[in-house]
């Protein structure tokens, strides 16, 4: 009943910039809380950022400084800004949101499909 599209991704080189977007869409009562998660190949999926709806920020100890979360409450939407790239910031991105459809009921985590991220020179 939530759906979640990222976009922004592509190929940029070492010390380059790209600002990531996801938006929720569907039956959502409430969100929670967003975030971005990434995999690499071969990796699991890890925590990059998140943030609540009350505007805390988390961030991986590898991002911090260079990634910054934000967030459009009116629209549902999170962003990612990544700066100062790494070749090892490469995965994909998955966008994630704790969401409520029925507001008696308990939140779900949900997922996008995921933007590829490349950092090579």
């Known amino acids: 009943q939530v759906q979640l599209v990222e976009s922004g991704g592509g190929l940029v080189q070492p010390g380059g910039s790209l600002r990531l977007s996801c938006a929720a869409s569907?039956?959502?009562?409430?969100?929670?809380?967003m975030g971005w998660y990434r995999q690499a190949p071969g990796k699991q999926r890890e925590l990059v950022a998140t943030?609540?709806?009350?505007?805390?920020?988390n961030y991986a100890d590898s991002v911090k400084g260079r990634f910054t979360i934000s967030r459009d409450s009116a629209k549902n939407t999170v962003y990612l800004q990544m700066n100062s790239l790494k070749p090892e910031d490469t995965a994909v991105y998955y966008c994630?949101?704790?969401?409520?459809?029925?507001?008696?009921?308990?939140?779900?985590?949900?997922w996008g499909q995921g933007t590829q991220v490349t950092v090579s020179s």
């Open positions: 943030i609540t709806s009350g505007g805390t920020t």
């Open positions: 994630n949101a704790e969401a409520l459809v029925d507001p008696t009921a308990w939140g779900y985590h949900y």
């Open positions: 569907g039956s959502i009562f409430s969100i929670n809380a």
